[in-house]
């Protein structure tokens, strides 16, 4: 590949912005990535600022899906537990179980959405 604007050298990256090749004369680094030097420089920072905040707001939306699975996980584990105790203890545990059950169940999916958005990186 060669240069956009040198069409006759080599090309040694590729602009973030507008994907054109660029030579190491047109090539600015723009942290994690090269930008046309004074063409797309700013456009490309600002791309780089959008990721990063898209980035932390998944980050945080996987978060809150953890928290989301511990607290429901805990519920159900309890709700479970204490059907397990009633039946153990001859009462009528059972609808406490299943509904334990249906908590543990939400939780297991808070948290594969979780990590459905964590893996968005
Ligand atoms: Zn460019
Ligand atoms: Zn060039």
Aim: charged residues 20%; glycine residues 14%; positive net charge.
């Amino acid at each position: 590949m060669k240069c956009f604007y040198h069409p006759a050298v080599d090309a040694v990256a590729i602009c973030k912005n507008c994907n054109k090749g660029l030579c190491v004369e047109c090539a600015k680094d723009v942290g994690n990535g090269m930008a046309c030097i004074g063409r797309c420089e700013a456009e490309a920072a600002a791309v780089n600022e959008a990721i990063q905040r898209g980035k932390k707001s998944f980050e945080k939306a996987a978060n809150t899906y953890f928290k989301m699975a511990l607290w429901v996980a805990l519920l159900g584990g309890c709700i479970t537990a204490g059907g397990v105790i009633t039946s153990a203890k001859g009462g009528k545990g059972g609808g406490s179980i299943l509904i334990g059950l249906i908590f543990l169940l939400g939780a297991a999916f808070y948290y594969s959405s979780g990590r459905e958005y964590r893996s968005r990186d």
